[in-house]
């Protein structure tokens, strides 16, 4: 028989129970619960917010509880490039109406810039940095003073310029000020009822690309019509990488055998190789998160 929960107050005079008389699961629970709450405040502090706006898990969770707390003073921004796949773009659309946010779909253009498109390990700096140009005129269009992205604890890990990007342009961090890990808004996102809070993650398609090889519209082009037919197959995790006349694809490694069934893998090479691709493989490695970095 478990012991009764013992409220006491802190030094704010707000109750909370005792972490003493709590087990494992109501402990898990009421960290998260601090996390939202801080999460909360610290919006309102901020007063008003552009977040860019992906449709990911991490942006959405940001977006619908900024909305919740600023309302007109939140608006969700989402570049639009030949790196964003269509499926995406629909996708932020539909998220954004069901959670009522004011929405913007700008066209972003840093596949123009030589340094993008030189597909250089420092890409995602300039992406990121055509992204925040938008989001200033975002701002001064709608009277914002600040702009936020999904970041959370875990990406702060690895390689990531865009991050620096980021901190040039002061851009916020809500969800690592708020001390989320991606389970924790995961976990946070489905019990706010995000449809989302499973989806697998995503980056743009240009990392899809070995470093050093070119980012062009129609290699772009060739990328997103492959995952569109891993998408329609009904695969939830993968990565279609581009090596020249061969496409290596990835799977996630609960969904990796489906891959050679013998209903599916003709409809992968026939309609790989109507994109464009000379050669396509399956790598037995499956998906990995950050595998061009290796």
């Not at 939202?36 to 509880?65: C, I, N």
Request: charged share 30%.
């Amino acid at each position: 028989m478990t012991s009764p929960l013992i409220i006491d107050t802190n030094e704010d005079g707000v109750a909370f129970a005792r972490l003493a008389d709590l087990n494992e699961l109501e402990r898990s629970q009421l960290a998260l619960d601090r996390k939202v709450d801080r999460l909360r405040a610290h919006l309102r502090e901020l007063g008003s917010l552009v977040v860019g706006f992906s449709a990911g898990v991490d942006s959405t969770f940001l977006l619908r509880v900024a909305h919740d707390e600023l309302g007109e003073r939140c608006v969700g921004l989402t570049a639009v490039s030949p790196s964003l796949p269509e499926r995406e773009r629909a996708e932020a659309v539909r998220i954004a109406g069901a959670i009522g946010v004011r929405h913007e779909l700008r066209e972003s253009d840093e596949i123009h810039n030589p340094n993008y498109r030189a597909n250089p390990t420092t890409r995602c700096f300039y992406c990121k940095m055509a992204l925040f140009d938008i989001t200033e005129s975002i701002k001064a269009e709608y009277g914002i003073e600040h702009v936020a992205i999904g970041t959370n604890l875990d990406d702060l890990k690895g390689h990531r310029p865009g991050y620096a990007a980021a901190q040039q342009r002061g851009v916020v961090h809500p969800l690592v000020e708020a001390g989320f890990t991606k389970a924790e808004v995961r976990e946070a996102s489905r019990q706010l009822g995000l449809d989302v809070w499973n989806k697998a993650e995503f980056a743009c398609l240009s990392s899809r690309f070995p470093y050093g090889t070119e980012i062009t519209e129609a290699r772009l082009a060739q990328v997103e019509s492959c995952e569109d037919v891993l998408s329609a197959l009904g695969f939830h995790v993968f990565r279609v990488r581009y090596h020249d006349e061969l496409v290596r694809i990835e799977i996630g490694e609960d969904e990796l055998e489906r891959a050679f069934d013998a209903g599916i893998r003709p409809q992968i090479v026939t309609r790989c190789k109507a994109a464009g691709f000379k050669y396509v493989s399956v790598d037995l490695q499956g998906y990995r998160r950050g595998s061009m970095n290796e």
